[in-house]
């Protein structure tokens, strides 16, 4: 009983080491094809794979991550007017939305609904192209699956995710405006302007650094679960489903790391 | 024909886990000739043209492609390796999202700077080889089972390779789209100095296209010989093969007890 108990834990922690170990080889790979992707070398396919890609992972999520920012800033204005109004202090709403959606929300929603819509949809796409023997065909073509496949999106994803960032800022602090509006009778030039006064461009900056490394964990960690599907097309279920789960996990850990180190020094 | 070895395994070991697929498997292959590779399921013949492509590293062992031990060198001069060979996947393994001409045309686009029209017609006069001409512009989901192995045949042969391998051209295709892939193989055979590979358990094509027959049984290698050497065999295995004899089913009914409640 206890010996399996012992076991199990040192299965899984094996498991962990080797998974990171892995996607640690892989990201290398990647770091080494992104630099090979240079306007001058490479194929002119790898470019138009690479703006398509964009316009997936970025573009198309533009609405959705607009609008679920906007809620949310909305949700944080009402969540912190119900206790500063308590001090009578309900224009502090403003800068409490501003900061917490640029230093932290404004990444990580973004980051999870890139997940849920592209992180996903890399597993699955890679997986199902592991099943049908085109990543292998990839090989004997002599073209390196992490070159042809991942780095693309992995370009892709480093540029969008700051954009899609910024767009998340801007709509979720617009959501606090609206609030604002409504119970301070505040317009939105003054709420505006208050923003303006109490962010800092640390602030913003963070976030954005927050938003890049979650962008490199969705590609990674999609890809590599895409390329570690074997057997049929149960395995690219599972594939998915575990790319959505590993990457949150991930990003709430990078998060956590990143607002950590950034309150130890830089403040 | 030449009689050189173009491709020589040498005592190729391989497994997954604990289960060994190839026990001390050596073949020689010659340019120029087609070399068909037979066996039963689970024989390890596919295991074999796997690790012939580099897609799998055997355990020992190696593998002489062009003087180059593909089992050890590098990455690099394993893509060079690559290069001079085309392969056609059991499962066609065209890339879904890419019209037929764009799975054809992918080799050429990638691996060379010819302009964009070349590759056109280049990709065209590949497609009219394997008899699709017309269907450049679909997408591989658009195609038969039959035309898409056709299609994959056409792309393994875009960078006009040394060598081309097939794995199981007939498996799935009707006995009719499967004779068209014979002589699809036969006319490729005549038409250039290719060497060509094919793996497959379906007799009828194997003495159809064969110049040399090698018969992979448990991992290990049983005979390699022209067709007349084959037939002429008298390895219980092969004949059991040839003529089509089920395995003995083991009647021992106490094993099998004990086998049932164990």
Known sequence: ???????????????????????????????????????????????KTTVRQAAIVGVEALPVVCLIAGFVGLIMALQGAYELKKFGALHFVVSLVGVSITRELGPLMTAIIVVGRSGSSFAAEIGTMSVTEEVDALRVMALEPVDFLLVPKFVAMLVMMPCLTIAADTAGILGGAAFTWMSLGMGLRAYLSTTVEVLLLRDIVTGLIKSLAFGMIIVQVGCFEGFKVRGGPEGVGRATTKAVVQSIFLIIVADLAFTAFFYVFWS | MSGEAIIQVRNLITGYGTR??????????????????????????????RNIVGLERPTSGEILIKGVDITRCSRRELDEVRKSMGMSFQGSALFNSMTIGDNVGLPLREHTKLAESTIKVMTRIKLEQVGLAPCENYLPSQLSGGMKKRAAVARALAMDPEILLFDEPSAGLDPIVAAGMDDLILNLKRAFQMTIIVVTHEMASAFLIADRVAMVDKGRLL??????????SENPRVRQFLDRVPDAVSTDEQAFLERLVR
């Open chain 2, 20 to 49: 060994t697929i190839l026990n001390g498997l050596s073949l020689d292959i010659l340019a120029g000739e087609t070399m068909v590779i037979l066996g039963g399921s689970g024989s390890g013949k596919s295991t074999l043209l």
């Open chain 1, 1 to 47: 009983m206890a010996n399996s108990f012992f076991e199990n834990i040192g299965r899984s922690v094996i498991e962990g080491v080797e998974y990171l170990g892995g996607l640690t080889i892989q990201f290398g790979r990647g770091a080494v094809g992104v630099t090979r992707l240079n306007p001058w070398r490479a194929s002119p396919l790898r470019w």
């Open chain 2, 223 to 232: 005979t390699v010989g022209t067709l007349e050497e084959l037939q002429k």
